[in-house]
């Protein structure tokens, strides 16, 4: 059974820092490029970052600078480092997996609330 389970939202001021994590089970983990959307509500879903199996990263232009991605395959897991949070950020983020070789296949987390607010 395919597993991806988010934690590490929350609630923060403007200006500050989260870090969330994705921990995957079931999959192939190497095989695939590990991927943060975001949702907003009223907001259409936004690709925040991604990085590939083979670990080259790609952020979206709003998390340019202040989002950083990485991914630890001998742990299964993935880390998205967000610093100068803003209120734009607020979202509900998930942690997807999409396969980067082989049969495709796609994966989705349940989500974590990331809440920006002074």
């Known amino acids: 059974q395919v597993q991806l389970v988010e934690s590490g939202g929350g609630s923060v001021q403007p200006g500050g820092s989260l870090r969330l994590s994705c921990a995957a089970s079931?999959?192939?983990?190497?095989?695939?490029?590990m991927n943060w959307v975001r949702q907003a509500p009223g907001k259409e879903r936004e690709l925040v970052a991604s990085?590939?199996?083979?670990?080259?990263?790609n952020y979206a232009a709003s998390v340019k600078g202040r989002f950083t991605l990485s991914r630890d395959n001998a742990m299964n897991m993935v880390y998205l480092q967000m610093n100068t949070l803003e209120l734009e950020d607020t979202a509900v983020y998930y942690c997807?997996?999409?396969?980067?070789?082989?049969?495709?296949?796609?994966?989705w987390g349940q989500g974590t609330q990331v809440t920006v607010s002074s």
């Open positions: 997807t997996a999409a396969a980067d070789y082989g049969p495709p296949s796609r994966y």
């Open positions: 079931g999959i192939d983990f190497g095989r695939y490029s």
């Open positions: 990085i590939s199996s083979g670990g080259i990263t």
